[in-house]
């Protein structure tokens, strides 16, 4: 039985390189091999009856290349020096949807900053991070500049949260204050809907931190890290609320693949449309407004080249579908059965399928069809057809 690991790195590169280590270890496993131009390594088990447990010590120390030095446009004068592991970009083996115990250990400058999508802590020259069985594509990584980064506290919920700002705009005391206060709120709506607290042990999202970054960058969640953009002007707290969001509506929760038909209704359409309930629960924004918006910028694609179906999202590439179409479509059936049970539906889709390997669009309208049936068939219509 072969099965493959994939990884960010070019091994043809490296694989004679003195900084590149790679040991393997297991049970139940004949051999592997590494496939440099498929960037994967294949493991062959002696026996299909009996699980292979792997284990891999992993050298790698190439991180100048990985760095990437102020905006694009003004590289000779950075505002922040910043990499993130991302999308195709993992400097580490790993199997998508499966569980792991990873160990890391960093060797930075004292320039240097290091933080997580799992705790890390420092000890003498080195940044360790240990978590028991993660999500293996889960794990991301960010090396901050110290000469442009300070790190600050805020408290959220009675937890204090490391917040990294670029000193060339730091937040405002009333920000920090505004910021805190709404998402100790979309934290507890979001505990209220789900059932599970986003300080959650059982999926080993134990701390908050949050990074603000140059306006290049976009919104984006990393489990125990939430990343903003952020200029002399920009800011806004409820874009964090949908990063928020994801701890619960999200790649890391909902395994769902990149590929998979609806795989971005499941993992953005849904989360956009539930920060505008957590609006319209909490009063602390016009979330009417905000779906009038998305209503028109549907409007605007729709009967055109650009307008697709929502199981048709495999990929997240097509803003105006995933981003507008899709809350549209919610909020139609929203109207007809009650908000409050467009929110049951799915918080108990979360519910039955949080963590489960093999999620499928079906899925969703199958808890649907349970809670509503009388809707379940057309809303499969509306999200199959353009």
């Given amino acids: 039985m072969q099965f493959g690991m994939r990884s960010g790195l070019d091994f043809a590169e490296h694989d004679t390189d003195s900084t590149f280590l790679l040991s393997v270890f297991g049970d139940n496993l004949q051999s592997y091999t590494i496939l440099s131009d498929e960037r994967q390594i294949a493991f062959v088990r002696n026996s299909n009856e009996q699980a292979a447990h792997i284990r891999m010590e992993y050298g790698y120390s190439n991180i100048v290349t990985a760095f990437r030095f102020g905006k694009p446009l003004n590289a000779n004068n950075p505002t922040a020096d910043i990499w993130e592991t991302s999308a195709e970009e993992f400097y580490y083996p790993f199997i998508a949807n499966t569980h792991m115990d990873i160990r890391a250990e960093f060797v930075a400058p004292d320039s240097v900053e290091v933080i997580a999508s799992y705790p890390v802590h420092r000890q003498g020259d080195s940044y360790i991070c240990e978590a028991k069985n993660i999500i293996s594509h889960s794990l991301h990584f960010a090396y901050l500049n110290k000469k442009h980064y300070i790190v600050d506290t805020i408290g959220?919920?009675?937890?204090?949260?490391?917040?990294?700002q670029m000193k060339k705009r730091l937040l405002s005391d009333s920000e920090k204050a505004d910021m805190a206060n709404v998402l100790c709120r979309a934290a507890e709506y979001f505990e209220s809907v789900f059932g599970d607290s986003y300080w959650s042990e059982k999926h080993g999202v134990s701390v908050m931190s949050i990074l603000f970054e140059p306006t290049f960058y976009g919104l984006r969640q990393n489990v125990n890290f939430m990343s903003s953009p952020i200029d002399d002007s920009t800011y806004y707290a409820f874009g964090l609320v949908h990063e928020m969001g994801h701890r619960w509506l999200g790649e890391y929760n909902l395994l769902i693949a990149d590929g998979q038909l609806g795989a971005y209704f499941i993992k953005e359409s849904l989360n956009v449309f539930m920060r505008m309930m957590f609006g319209r629960a909490t009063g602390l924004y016009d979330w009417?407004?905000?779906?009038?918006?998305?209503?028109?910028?549907?409007?605007?694609?729709?009967?055109?080249?650009?307008?697709?179906?929502?199981?048709?999202?495999?990929?997240?590439?097509?803003?105006?579908?995933?981003?507008?179409?899709?809350?549209?479509?919610?909020?139609?059936?929203?109207?007809?059965?009650?908000?409050?049970?467009?929110?049951?539906?799915?918080?108990?889709?979360?519910?039955?399928?949080?963590?489960?390997?093999?999620?499928?669009?079906e899925d969703f309208i199958s808890t649907v069809a349970d809670l509503h049936p009388e809707i379940a068939d057309e809303l499969d219509r509306r999200l199959r057809s353009i």
């Fill in 288 to 361: 009417q407004q905000e779906m009038q918006k998305r209503r028109k910028s549907y409007d605007e694609i729709k009967g055109t080249k650009r307008d697709c179906a929502l199981i048709d999202m495999r990929y997240n590439s097509n803003f105006d579908v995933v981003y507008s179409k899709g809350p549209v479509i919610l909020d139609d059936f929203a109207q007809r059965i009650g908000y409050d049970e467009m929110v049951r539906i799915i918080g108990e889709f979360y519910r039955r399928y949080d963590q489960k390997i093999g999620l499928r669009y």
């Fill in 156 to 164: 959220i919920c009675g937890k204090k949260v490391p917040l990294y």
